[in-house]
């Protein structure tokens, strides 16, 4: 029961997880999300004019509308978005530590710390620190402020990042004490054929959750980037649409209509990559989590209710089973063990070699540690044996050498039972010529052989 108990609560976990809501969530009305923002944007600009989307397809852009792209999770095309931009779109990027890094270095924008000790910062708390607009210098010229920031004095910060760039406008900047003023927003016209496209790239996306929304200047701010990005400026005045993503979206078509084979293959290629990286600096995800902790849990039930539910036979006890004759000691168990399947014939070439050196040394009352030839010699010698007899004995008695050599040295014995019963015939024709009582049955004579004796041997 402990098991399904597991199960529910891992259930139950997923369950909770799958529905909590990602900061910057655009449907998050709570406070770290940015449905604040969403309304803001539907109220300047009219709802049919902001896109929501949690997949940015390329082809759907146009060059005179925007994009909004807050904390993206996962790097964003820069070929997509540079050539939207030269076409005279204008992009935002809102990130502090997710990785819209990838893009901004793409056009040479870098992170860095904001000041440690800022001038001005909220309740006592230099990680929040204020903001104000940055005027647009031209050597010793101060041209003006950004249009995004025209009506705004001051922005508070949320554990925000700095940017660097040699050449764009600062927009925002955070005054240090005794240090120069570090900027937290900045913007930069792109490269086209119209030059009119535009990059706004801030350092700090929790500007515009709900909580910091509440602030004056931060929706100030909000209202002129959301009128910058569609409705352009004074120089590029225009009624695009603006098209919002957050955190983790998808990327498809290509902007102007075409998709290369070559560009789907970088961004399956590219999509693996990041899959790869993100289990080398996060590990597993929670799901897989709870899927492997869900299938252990089954894998041991299963084995639990195997095991319980498993009948055993009971066994006859030892001391009441027949002994097997390989395990019984005389001539039975020695039977038992050359005539098994598993024993080789060798065993049983050798066994002959040993009955008939015994039976002939008995028989001419030698010693038993006389060889087998020499007894063959004085059985020949005594009761003289046929020509044919003798050598077949004697290349009986070379095979049973071998296989005395290859038994003792471990290795291959090519000894088949067909010669076993060749070699007992000549044993047994041996015996008989010397007058020795053979004890075995006929069954081991050699198939074919000698029948005068009507099967009976003496």
């Known amino acids: 029961m402990w098991l399904f108990a597991l199960c529910a609560l891992l259930s139950t976990l997923a369950m909770a997880r799958g529905l909590e809501a990602a900061a910057f969530d655009l449907n998050d009305a709570t406070w770290e999300g940015c449905a604040e923002l969403l309304d803001l944007a539907r109220r300047e600009l009219g709802k049919e004019r902001v896109v929501v989307l949690s997949t940015l397809d390329w082809e759907e852009v146009k060059g005179s509308d925007g994009v909004m792209v807050l904390h993206p999770t996962r790097p964003i095309d820069a070929e997509e978005a540079a050539a939207f931009m030269r076409a005279g779109g204008r992009m935002a990027i809102l990130d502090d530590y997710g990785r819209g890094d990838k893009l901004l270095s793409h056009f040479r924008i870098h992170r860095r710390v904001l000041p440690t000790h800022p001038v001005a910062f909220l309740r006592g708390k230099p990680s929040l620190p204020i903001a104000t607009p940055a005027f647009d210098s031209d050597g010793r010229e101060v041209l003006g402020l950004h249009p995004t920031v025209a009506d705004v004095k001051q922005v508070v910060l949320n554990h925000g990042t700095g940017l660097r760039h040699p050449q764009l406008t600062p927009v925002l900047e955070v005054r240090a004490v005794g240090a120069p003023p ?28 709900n909580l910091m929304l509440r602030y004056p200047g931060n929706r100030t ?50 999509a693996l990559a990041e899959a790869f990286e993100e289990l080398r600096d996060e590990g597993f995800p929670w799901w897989l989590h709870v899927a492997v902790a869900a299938a252990v849990a089954l894998l041991v039930l299963w084995w639990t209710v195997r095991v319980l539910g498993r009948l055993y036979q009971s066994r006859v006890p030892r001391f009441a089973r027949a002994i097997p004759l390989v395990a019984q000691g005389g001539v039975a168990g020695r039977v038992a063990v050359l005539s098994s399947g598993a024993s080789p014939p060798a065993l049983a070439l050798l066994e002959l070699r040993s009955a008939l050196a015994e039976a002939l040394a008995q028989h001419l009352g030698v010693s038993s540690q006389t060889s087998p030839a020499e007894l063959v010699q004085e059985v020949k010698r005594r009761d003289g044996l046929s020509a044919q007899l003798e050598g077949r004995i004697t290349q009986m008695l070379s095979s049973m050498r071998a296989a005395e050599t290859a038994v003792v040295a471990g290795g291959a014995q090519r000894v088949t039972r067909d010669e076993v019963k060749r070699a007992a015939g000549i044993v047994e024709q041996l015996l008989e010529g010397a007058g020795v009582e053979i004890p075995w049955p006929a069954a081991f004579a050699q198939p074919g052989g000698d029948e005068s004796t009507g099967g009976r041997r003496r």
């Open 221 to 270: 701010f909000a209202s002129g980037l959301v009128h910058y990005l569609a409705d352009g400026d004074a120089t590029d005045p225009r009624k695009g649409r603006l098209f919002v993503v957050a955190n983790e979206f998808g990327e498809r078509g290509s902007f102007g209509g075409v998709t290369p084979f070559r560009k789907t293959l970088d961004r399956k290629l590219r």
């Open 182 to 209: 570090v900027a937290v927003a900045v913007a930069g016209q792109i490269e086209g054929p119209n030059a009119k496209g535009r990059l706004f790239a801030m350092g700090d996306p929790s500007a515009f959750i």
